[in-house]
């Protein structure tokens, strides 16, 4: 077996475990020497010039990065009192265009063109931005004529395989045009034989502008000279947060191509200020180490059932995981760290412990009696009497405190059809909803998707929202 990774600190452990499994060695070999150096550079959003923040030799370059973080104390100010380059003012409109027509992204591709750095990446953390930027750049075009004809044809060869319906869709039909001018997007979204002929063609060097999300970095042998990076920030489910260092190695490893470019070069866009402490992390910083997940699931236990004929046990498969392995090499350290703790905690004065105690239990027993004339103070029959539109409250959902709000409605929930008691059934059915309009964080309206309201961060501008 052999194993390829660019982005695992802890090979030598995943070593161990494969030697632990088999019975066996396994050799690791490892190097952080990069055949082609890479430079980093840095465009402000609304501004104008690169900034190289780490030279080929990673050099981190602070005088340059200050210099950058100027840019933004310049930019002018809006009527709305927001900076050009702001995140909120200027970030999606400065990016995918504005109204004098030309975009932050077409002007540095037609740069990287002109000083003949293509092909190149151009990585996006959504789909639907992936197809508007090369959608913007209607007025641009890589090929010669004898380079169309290639790609017509291939393009011909390629939809063959589908059948009369689909070729008609317009995801096949929007595609042929950006491919003859060397433009092309590859996402999830697209269809398998689409994608394929995207990777052909790159290979080919027939495309030479590509706009792509993050899983073209993972698993295909595709570099380019140029790598740029639309946004330092990416929606995880939960969050934006900025990329970590081991997505940012991954996807900056397309640039650069062994043999053919002394250097590769890496462009990064940011809307807003940057700590240097978190560009340093990102750019040099070393990828996070490879932890298990694993989670025996009622899903696995049927497909060893089903698959294995009862080969492997649950027990089995979870002994030999690399999640146990893992727990059971960090065992002894943990045993070790409670015993200095236990004797630590031995070595203390354990005068006024009672007297502690005493005072534990009357502070949990003023909560108890705060939570009890909270309860009272709530219930409908007391709270409804306030409760009108435009009453100012202090909201607190569990240990979120949202701070004031203002009544916007209160209406009655609909009581559920239950089987309990008529009693019972009447004390339980008496909840309201009310409507409340707060400072919510803008960040889940950034992605597009909805998720549970919070508080805005510190810092944060935010939006006002009703919520329920």
């Known amino acids: 077996m052999v194993f390829l990774s660019a982005t695992m600190s802890n090979a030598t452990e995943f070593a161990e475990w494969i030697c632990n499994l088999h019975k066996q060695?396994?050799?690791?070999?490892?190097?952080?020497?990069?055949?082609?150096?890479?430079?980093?550079?840095?465009?402000?959003?609304?501004?104008?010039?690169?900034?190289?923040?780490?030279?080929?030799?990673?050099?981190?370059?602070?005088?340059?990065?200050?210099?950058?973080?100027d840019t933004f104390a310049k930019q002018p100010i809006q009527p709305d009192g927001r900076k050009g380059g702001g995140p909120k003012a200027s970030g999606r409109i400065a990016k995918c265009g504005t109204a004098s027509g030309t975009s932050d992204i077409y002007r540095i591709v037609k740069m990287i063109m002109e000083h003949k750095f293509q092909p190149v990446i151009i990585f996006s953390f959504s789909r639907r931005e992936c197809e508007h930027h090369a959608m913007s750049m209607s007025k641009l075009d890589f090929n010669t004529e004898e380079e169309k004809d290639n790609i017509e044809q291939v393009f011909r060869s390629a939809i063959l395989y589908l059948s009369e319906e689909d070729r008609g869709l317009p995801a096949i039909?929007?595609?042929?045009?950006?491919?003859?001018?060397?433009?092309?997007?590859h996402h999830s979204g697209l269809l398998p034989i689409i994608k394929e002929l995207v990777e052909v063609l790159f290979q080919e060097g027939l495309v030479k502008a590509l706009f792509a999300t993050e899983t073209f970095a993972m698993g295909l042998n595709m570099p380019a000279k140029t790598v740029v990076f639309t946004s330092v920030k990416k929606w995880d489910g939960d969050s934006n947060r900025y990329i970590g260092s081991g997505e940012y190695i991954q996807m900056s490893g397309r640039a650069g191509r062994r043999g053919k470019?002394?250097?590769?070069?890496?462009?990064?866009?940011?809307?807003?200020?940057?700590?240097?402490?978190?560009?340093?992390?990102?750019?040099?910083?070393?990828?996070?180490?490879?932890?298990s997940t694993f989670r025996l699931s009622y899903y696995t236990i049927l497909n060893l059932l089903s698959r294995a004929e009862g080969q492997f046990t649950a027990e089995h498969v979870i002994r030999n995981s690399f999640h146990q392995f893992q727990y059971e090499k960090a065992l002894p350290e943990v045993v070790q760290k409670i015993t200095s703790l236990e004797n630590e905690a031995s070595l203390l004065d354990s005068s006024g412990e009672n007297d502690l105690a005493e005072y534990h239990k009357l502070v949990l027993d003023i909560?108890?009696?705060?939570?009890?004339?909270?309860?009272?103070?709530?219930?409908?029959?007391?709270?409804?009497?306030?409760?009108?539109?435009?009453?100012?409250?202090?909201?607190?959902?569990?240990?979120?405190?949202?701070?004031?709000?203002?009544?916007?409605?209160?209406?009655?929930?609909?009581?559920?059809?239950?089987?309990?008691?008529?009693?019972?059934?009447?004390?339980?059915?008496n909840n309201y909803i009310v409507d409340t309009l707060l400072h919510c964080s803008s960040s889940s309206n950034e992605n597009g998707s909805r998720s549970k309201p919070c508080p805005p961060h510190p810092g944060e501008k935010g939006e006002m929202h009703v919520v329920s």
Request: net charge neutral; with cysteine.
């Open 25 to 69: 060695p396994c050799h690791v070999v490892y190097t952080d020497f990069r055949p082609t150096p890479l430079q980093h550079y840095m465009f402000p959003i609304g501004g104008s010039g690169l900034y190289l923040v780490v030279d080929e030799n990673d050099q981190f370059r602070e005088d340059n990065f200050l210099k950058l973080q």
């Open 261 to 291: 470019d002394e250097r590769g070069i890496c462009v990064i866009m940011i809307d807003e200020k940057m700590e240097m402490s978190v560009i340093k992390d990102m750019v040099l910083g070393k990828p996070a180490p490879l932890i």
């Open 173 to 185: 039909e929007l595609m042929l045009p950006l491919l003859k001018r060397g433009i092309a997007v």
């Open 367 to 429: 909560s108890e009696l705060e939570k009890k004339i909270m309860s009272e103070m709530i219930r409908p029959e007391r709270a409804l009497l306030y409760l009108v539109p435009g009453r100012l409250v202090k909201v607190r959902d569990g240990s979120t405190d949202w701070g004031w709000g203002v009544v916007v409605n209160v209406v009655k929930k609909p009581a559920a059809s239950s089987t309990l008691p008529p009693a019972l059934s009447a004390s339980r059915g």
